[in-house]
């Protein structure tokens, strides 16, 4: 090898070694999205899947208090760490490990080792979206693609689990258990070597600080979010049905419709929460929320329809998953996924009316193709529309809080409010058939989820604008303070010296020197005015344009104006006077010996026109290019380029021996910026 050539001809070393790091990261997400499969896959199936159960009443006791604490503390301690999100990830897969052993060997571990592994789920859900969060910065794409992979990957757990009856643990949801947790934890491996001192990126915080109020309103947010189960859980049938003005033995009889009542104020605490986090914590967290209320009943379907076909539930979940990423991932993710979602309602509907309104069928007669599809098209609308919503949170450093706990406990309270319509006349059905018989009621939410992610889209294109606005304003603004001040530097060794030199010994003239002298110390300070970029005038203010122009009335000036008053924005009644000024100014200098001036304010309804006429020798049209050539800018700059500047028109007629007329026109309203 030739000496100097130790890196082969290709991409530098540094670009290398960020790929790989990149690299390393995403493998870190996906292997933190296999310990939520393991989590939402059912060991023991006689009922819902865990990850689509309503919440129950949950009225803690004794050491039931540490199955509520253990989420909480997790989703604290998550959110304050995003930093350190592949030890959160680390920790989620260790505290698999009990269940699975529990699994494999039926190993009984005490009561409080239970509790702690109740905090693995929080934690991975924070740490695959503190992942992404990271991976924001450089790779957006993948960024969504993860993000919406948490729950996508939930999705594929239920798949994995299947309904089976009877608390039978299935020899082949063991093995898929250890797969999941062992190739997790070596999946983990890179990055948490490779990150010995955190990601600074997925911390978010901005250039405010990660402990910033708006790092920090996320996680108190998150946190009470969390929190909100305890006080509901004080709250009893007796207590709430004082609170409803109804008697306890009516409420107790009509157990759905206290849990509806238990959801609805859970959806209006937690939605005043995420208020707080912020308007696109609000909008994405309840995008999400309904996206995830919205699978239940078509996902349930789809699962008891594809009972005993292993491998294609596995493959359609899959392959739902898989192209839900690609929608989030592409730069078109926003409506990608609209259509996505609109597109699975439509297919619900479809299924709803062939099935005469009894989609149960489905799952009785084990209709294969219509269940993969709906399998197929409601795993790849969910993941597609959560992962959209990266983009917007990520640089907010809000993706973890609004998406974690904020999105989970809206689902929850959306899930008990919605059990209220899961009846049949009087009768209440059983709880494992109540979504099947909703799919209407999922479509309806994946079509208000598909509006909404379109919104936020919209949403987002606006501000992304208006940010290039104001960045194109402020380099605007930059270059125009660089400009004064390069020309700052000649004038102020030449043209201010002059006039300080004229001011000083005009003074000591009397006479005809002293008027000069007091017009150059006005020119001096109007000139330094300009070059620092200051002005006299207050921004936003009015005036009357008669003033000004009255007080330039003379023997050889005659100023004719409206009785009222003439009302402008105050900079355009500046320079709207400066360019009078100057044409009043070419009048006394080039229309000849005796020549009188005319000015006429004519006050419109969308502006104002004034028009400065003159009886002198006039000049054929070629005259002003001949004095633009020549380095004489007065009628380029102190008439049109004032009125210019205020967004109106000036328009000048002169001919040889027949006088000059100049019209000014300004326009009510001043232009955007002034």
């Known amino acids: 090898m030739v000496s100097g050539m130790s890196e082969p001809i290709g991409r530098p070393a540094a670009e290398r070694g960020a790929l790989g790091g990149r690299l390393s990261v995403i493998l870190a997400g996906i292997s933190g999205c296999l310990f939520l499969t393991m989590s939402t896959s059912s060991s023991y199936t006689a009922t819902q899947p865990d990850f689509f159960d309503a919440v129950e009443r949950f009225q803690p006791y004794g050491v039931g208090w ?106 082949d949801l063991i093995r898929w258990h250890t797969v999941l947790v062992g190739v997790g934890l070596v999946g983990l491996v890179p990055v948490v070597w490779g990150h010995a001192r955190g990601d600074r990126a997925a911390a978010g915080g901005g250039a405010a600080g990660a402990w910033s109020w708006p790092r920090l309103r996320l996680i108190v947010a998150g946190t009470l979010a969390t929190c909100v189960v305890i006080p509901l859980s004080l709250l009893t049938t007796q207590r709430l049905a004082d609170l409803l003005g109804v008697t306890w033995s009516a409420l107790y009889r009509h157990g759905s419709a206290e849990m509806a009542v238990i959801g609805a104020i859970t959806l209006v605490v937690v939605g005043i929460l995420a208020a707080v986090a912020g308007p696109w914590s609000l ?17 349930s379907l789809a699962v008891m329809a594809l009972v005993g076909s292993d491998p294609t539930r596995l493959l359609g979940a899959l392959a739902g998953v898989a192209l839900g990423m690609v929608a989030a991932g592409n730069r078109w993710r926003f409506p990608l996924a609209g259509a996505l979602a609109v597109s699975t309602a439509m297919i619900l509907f479809i299924a709803y009316v062939a099935t005469t309104g009894l989609p149960e069928k489905l799952a009785e ?22 992962g959209a919503t990266a983009p917007v949170l990520a640089t907010r450093g809000a993706l973890p809080a609004a998406l974690g706990p904020l999105a989970g406990i809206l689902a929850e309270g959306g899930l008990q409010t919605i059990e209220g319509t899961y009846r049949q006349g009087n009768l209440q059905e059983p709880v494992y058939h109540n979504p099947v018989y909703h799919t209407t009621t999922s479509a309806v939410l994946l079509l208000v989820a598909g509006a909404a992610i379109g919104g936020v889209g919209v949403a987002r294109q606006l501000a992304v604008r208006r940010a290039e606005r104001q960045h194109t304003e402020q380099i605007r603004r930059e270059a125009a303070a660089a400009e004064r001040e390069r020309l700052a530097r000649p004038i102020h060794d030449g043209v201010l010296q002059v006039l300080a030199l004229v001011q000083r010994q005009g003074s000591e003239l009397g006479g005809e020197g002293g008027k000069l002298a007091a017009l150059a110390g006005e020119q001096e300070v109007a000139l330094r005015s300009l070059l620092t970029g200051g002005t006299t005038t207050r921004r936003g203010a009015s005036e009357d344009l008669r003033t000004p122009l009255l007080a330039l009335a003379s023997p050889a000036i005659e100023v004719s104006a409206p009785a009222g008053p003439v009302v402008l924005a105050a900079l355009a009644v500046t320079e709207l006077t400066a360019a009078v000024r100057a044409a009043l100014d070419n009048v006394r200098q080039h229309a000849g010996p005796g020549a009188r001036a005319w000015v006429l304010v004519e006050d419109e309804q969308d502006g104002v026109r004034v028009t400065v006429r003159d ?27 004032r009125i210019a500047d205020s967004g109106g028109t000036t328009t000048i007629h002169s001919n040889p021996g027949e006088g000059t007329e100049v019209e000014f026109w300004v326009p009510r309203k001043p232009p955007a910026g002034r």
């Open 283 to 299: 909008t994405t967290a309840l995008t999400a929320a309904t996206i995830q209320v919205a699978v239940v009943a078509p996902v």
């Open 66 to 171: 540490g199955l509520v604490a253990a989420p909480i503390v997790a989703t604290v301690v998550g959110l304050c760490a995003l930093r350190w999100w592949p030890y959160l990830l680390l920790l989620a897969g260790l505290l698999a490990v009990p269940p699975l052993l529990s699994e494999l060997a039926g190993v009984n571990y005490p009561i409080g080792v239970t509790i702690v592994c109740t905090a693995g789920y929080p934690l991975a859900i924070i740490g695959v979206l503190a992942c992404a969060q990271g991976l924001a910065g450089s790779a957006m794409g993948w960024a969504s693609a993860l993000t919406g992979l948490t729950l996508g990957a939930r999705l594929f757990g239920v798949g994995l689990g299947q309904v089976r009856w009877g608390a039978v643990l299935s020899d």
């Open 615 to 641: 009886d002198g020798v006039g000049f054929g049209p070629e005259r002003l290019d001949e004095a633009t050539e020549a380095g004489r800018l007065g009628v380029a700059q102190s008439m049109r380029g």
């Open 365 to 386: 007669q084990r209709s294969l193709i219509p269940a993969l599809l709906i399998l197929v098209a409601i795993t790849a609308a969910a993941t597609a529309v959560v």
